[in-house]
């Protein structure tokens, strides 16, 4: 499993014509830039990793390619992160800000989780590892946020249900968490950083 990370500082309109017309359509809907550079960024990712393979929405609303490779985007502040793994995958990825995590938290949160959160020492990095954890695990099972969230419960590593293992994993930067899940295989990842000079040169080669 891979997961790559596009700061969006360096992502420029122009790129938006490297990107499929599907998604250049999408960035071209958001009213402000950095939305906006944050679609295409994710767009040169996909363009980069995943070639000309087409990419389409299945009922529940996750993206899948036509080349059957598993893949997952999210995107949060100056950041777009792609997955890529050999089973299905999810990947989150939130900016750390200051919340009220158990106001917000009641919502989404199990009790176990809600608990989890009250005895840490850094109770808002917690909260948005429990967060990005929950979003990937959904996300790599197909349900996104179409599934109650309460119905999950991540303070551990992973989580079981109908004969799948979908194991979870966290990494903290800055004043960002992100996280992956995997099904049925390692959850274990590096970090990858990349340009938009380096994407770029990638595209140059296809």
């Known amino acids: 499993m891979r997961l790559f990370l596009l700061n969006i500082h360096d992502v420029k309109t122009e790129h938006i014509q490297l990107i499929s017309p599907e998604r250049a359509e999408k960035a071209r809907r958001y009213k402000f830039p950095a939305d906006q550079k944050r679609c295409i960024a994710g767009g040169l990712l996909l363009r980069a990793f995943l070639g000309e393979a087409a990419v389409a929405a299945d009922e529940f609303g996750k993206p899948r390619a036509s080349s059957g490779v598993c893949f997952n985007l999210s995107h949060s502040g100056d950041w777009a992160a792609l997955v890529l793994g050999e089973t299905e995958v999810g990947c989150d990825i939130e900016q750390i800000k200051?919340?009220?995590?158990?106001?917000?938290?009641?919502?989404?949160?199990?009790?176990?989780?809600?608990?989890?959160?009250?005895?840490?020492?850094?109770?808002?990095?917690?909260?948005?590892?429990?967060?990005?954890?929950?979003?990937?695990?959904?996300?790599?099972?197909?349900?996104?946020?179409?599934?109650?969230?309460?119905?999950?419960?991540?303070?551990?590593?992973?989580?079981?249900?109908?004969?799948?293992?979908?194991?979870?994993?966290?990494?903290?930067?800055?004043?960002?968490?992100?996280?992956?899940?995997?099904?049925?295989?390692?959850?274990?990842?590096?970090v990858e950083f990349l340009t938009v000079e380096q994407l770029l040169a990638l595209l140059a080669q296809k």
């Open 98 to 190: 200051q919340v009220n995590p158990f106001r917000l938290g009641k919502v989404v949160y199990t009790e176990q989780e809600l608990m989890s959160i009250e005895n840490s020492a850094d109770r808002q990095g917690r909260f948005f590892e429990l967060w990005t954890k929950k979003e990937a695990l959904l996300k790599c099972m197909g349900n996104g946020f179409h599934r109650a969230a309460k119905t999950v419960d991540v303070c551990g590593d992973s989580f079981v249900e109908n004969g799948k293992v979908y194991r979870l994993k966290t990494k903290l930067f800055s004043d960002y968490a992100v996280s992956v899940c995997v099904e049925n295989d390692s959850a274990d990842f590096e």
